[in-house]
Nanobody
């Protein structure tokens, strides 16, 4: 079964950090471009970070640049999103994704999706 399973979300105070993990099973993650997306109710899913399949290039949306870091552990077939200096506006459901196209923020180009995990930034 091809799937991505996320963990690591939760409630954090403003200025705090969280690391989201996403384990792939049934396929090899490093053969795909990977991405992280987030969505709040009533809004479209937003691409926030991505990495090419060879790991040579990453991209971030301006709102998270300098605070979030995407990474991948080939041996564990797992991708991560390290989130630092979190702000209340980062509150959303976060999704990991993998797809054959390069590092892009268009969610329709990704084939595999995690189940989504909630991140709440609040004091």
């Amino acid at each position: 079964q091809l799937q991505l399973v996320e963990s690591g979300g939760g409630l954090v105070q403003p200025g705090g950090s969280l690391r989201l993990s996403c384990v792939a099973s049934g396929f090899t993650l490093n053969k795909y471009a990977i991405g992280w997306f987030r969505q709040v109710p009533g809004k479209e899913r937003e691409g926030i970070s991505c990495m090419t399949s060879n790991g040579g290039s990453t991209n971030y949306v301006d709102s998270v640049k300098g605070r979030f870091t995407i990474s991948r552990d080939t041996a564990k077939n797992t991708m991560y999103l390290q989130m630092n200096s979190l702000k209340p506006e980062d509150t959303a459901d976060y999704y990991c994704a993998a797809g054959p196209t390069g590092c892009v923020f268009l969610w329709t180009l990704y084939d595999y999706w995690g189940q989504g995990i909630q991140v709440t930034v609040s004091s």
